[in-house]
Nanobody, 126 residues
Framework: QVQLVESGGGLVQAGGSLRLSCAAS????????MAWFRQAPGKEREFVAA????????GYTDSVKGRFTISRDNAKNTRYLQMNSLKPEDTAVYYC???????????????????WGQGTQVTVSS
């Protein structure tokens, strides 16, 4: 059984920063790629960033490139999303997810992930 627990969300002014954490439990966690998705009210869940098991492959959606950084600490079974220069349009519930199978192909697709956390709210005020 894999469990993912996000933390670190909150209310921040535009231009501010937050660091999200995703703590994982369960076997074989470190062998799988992990991703962050977000869902704003009335919108579909969208890909934000992903990282493979070694950290050698990283991907971001265009809107967060240069502002967000994804990282992982396999020793702590934890993934992070450092979010800088936050904008009001970054407001959403942020979810971490574990990829269904080892690998990296199609890493932006929601269907590639099978375990999800409960989400953490990020609100950016203007």
């Amino acid at each position: 059984q894999v469990q993912l627990v996000e933390s670190g969300g909150g209310l921040v002014q535009a231009g501010g920063s937050l660091r999200l954490s995703c703590a994982a439990s369960g076997r074989a966690f470190i062998l799988y790629s992990m991703a962050w998705f977000r869902q704003a009210p009335g919108k579909e869940r969208e890909f934000v960033a992903a990282i493979n098991w070694s950290g050698d492959n990283i991907g971001y959606t265009d809107s967060v490139k240069g502002r967000f950084t994804i990282s992982r600490d396999n020793a702590k079974n934890t993934r992070y999303l450092q979010m800088n220069s936050l904008k009001p349009e970054d407001t959403a519930v942020y979810y971490c997810a574990r990829r269904r199978l080892p690998g990296w192909s199609n890493y932006i697709q929601l269907s590639q992930y099978d375990y999800w956390g409960q989400g953490t709210q990020v609100t950016v005020s203007s």
